[in-house]
């Protein structure tokens, strides 16, 4: 059998001989790299492969998509961005309502506070704004108070999207003072979508609801992928069966099932795959990354949730990509001198949360990162004490609850020079647990 390729370069692969012997009923996998040329434009290239066999029985064509791929490094002065952050999170604090909400407007009862007090207490803890801090601990009991005992939904007025934000806002404490109701309200978005929606089994706008959107779906994939316990398999098997088959051909996402791609869609749809497990060099991640990578332009009219929407996606994957830079500093040019952004027609207080929360993920040094590894650490200690001058060892326990393969190794608090590590960057598959040894020698 002979391959051959229509519309990808022969010469950016490292094979050059593409005709194959095969037995009859056997099955043969093909590797091959593609490397394209350094000029290249990042994006999408689709070409097809087809297999021609010696005798004209049958012949198999299949489309495809590369993602070109290109590391830019970055342009952007990180104390500009951390100096941008704590001028957003000062502003938070300053208009936090006594209630411990934020609201749209004046009116501290205002729609949606539940959501948006969730979203300005996630941005200012992934900034490291510890959970005792008052801002934050207000903002914790506001939600904790808008529990709807009966579903053990959390909001104000739109039931899903707020119940989403809020669940992440919970689970980025680790504290086990919230444990019971990430618990409860877990156990009823996993009922709604087994139960309540069996016609497509993802989520909408209410929790009886039987469509589903991937706007609402989106954010709570992300509050069920921020929750440290495993989730049932069948969850994310529903979610991927889903995307899979509501993906576009271009690699892109709608609103819903035959919608045009748009930004915000396709960073959803890429995320929950990522989420749900699939790997990012999995064509159908590496399909919706790279429509990303070609409409990675920023407008005015854009809301904060499409520039989280787009960063989300890249930064799941941990992707090379200049749409970092690009937001980053879309981002510092729209900040307003107090500290506040307004994109689009949204409220205040969303958009400078949202903003904060790009601008954590995009600099990658200030943010935990946490919601997409999803990596439980566990520091173990084989000396409970270590006498200057001589070597301690720990066990690091990397258990992985279905995220990210990759977990990168930083300590704080103590300095670099006293820690040594077998390994940094410690390739963990997902479902599965490793033990690191670290070594502190104090001087």
């Known amino acids: 059998m002979s391959l051959s390729f229509v519309g990808l370069d022969y010469g950016w692969l490292d094979r050059t001989d593409w005709n194959l012997t095969m037995a009859g009923g056997e099955v043969l996998e093909i590797w091959f790299n593609a490397t394209a040329p350094s000029d290249t434009s990042a994006g999408m290239v689709p070409f097809t492969l087809t297999g021609m066999p010696d005798e004209a029985i049958a012949q198999l064509s299949k489309d495809a998509i590369l993602v070109v791929v290109v590391d830019i490094g970055t342009t952007v002065d990180p104390y500009l961005v951390k100096e941008a952050i704590e001028k957003g999170i000062v502003y938070l604090r300053q208009t936090q309502n006594w209630d411990g909400s934020w609201s749209a407007g004046d009116a501290h009862t205002s729609q949606h506070s539940v959501g948006l007090t969730a979203l300005a ?18 903002g914790l009991d506001y939600i904790i108070d808008h529990v709807d005992p009966k579903k053990n939904t959390i909001a104000s007025m739109s039931e899903m999207y707020e119940t989403a934000i809020a669940l992440i806002a919970l689970a980025e404490t680790h504290n086990e003072t919230y444990d019971e109701q990430i618990n409860k309200t877990t156990e009823a978005l996993l009922k709604a979508q087994e139960f309540y929606n069996t ?3 993802m989520w909408r706008y209410s929790i009886d609801t039987t469509s589903y959107d991937l706007s609402v779906a989106g954010w709570v994939m992300m509050g069920l992928g921020t929750v440290e316990w495993d989730m049932p398999d069948q969850c994310w098997w529903w979610v991927t069966d889903i995307l899979n088959t509501s993906q576009n051909a271009d690699g892109g996402y709608g609103y819903s099932p035959g919608g045009g791609s748009s930004r915000t869609m396709t960073g959803s749809g890429t995320l929950g795959l990522l989420l749900a497990g699939v790997p990012a060099d999995d064509i159908r991640v590496r399909a919706g990354l790279g429509w990303l990578s070609t409409h990675q332009q920023t407008n005015t009219a854009w809301g904060g949730y499409a520039f989280l929407y787009h960063t989300r996606a890249f930064h799941a994957a941990q992707m090379p990509t200049p749409w970092f830079d690009i937001c980053t500093n879309y981002l510092l040019s729209t900040q307003h001198a107090d500290g506040w952004w307004r994109l689009s027609s949204e409220y205040t207080s ?17 943010s935990s990162a946490k919601i997409f ?15 200057r001058g001589t070597e301690g060892s720990f066990n690091v326990i990397l258990d992985n609850k279905g995220g990210r393969d990759t977990v990168n190794l930083i300590v704080e608090g103590i300095p670099d020079s006293w820690v040594d ?6 390739y963990v598959p997902s479902h599965t647990t490793k033990v690191v040894e670290m070594r502190v020698t104090p001087p």
């Open 373 to 387: 590894k999803r990596t439980l650490v566990d520091l173990t200690p084989r000396n409970n004490t270590i006498p």
């Open 199 to 201: 016609n497509y089994h």
């Open 121 to 138: 207490i996630w941005a200012m803890m992934n900034h490291g704004v510890p959970t005792w801090d008052p801002s934050v601990k207000m």
């Open 350 to 366: 969303m958009s400078t949360a949202e903003a904060l929360l790009c601008l954590e993920y995009n600099i990658g040094e200030y």
């Open 421 to 426: 590590f077998d390994m940094t960057a410690v």
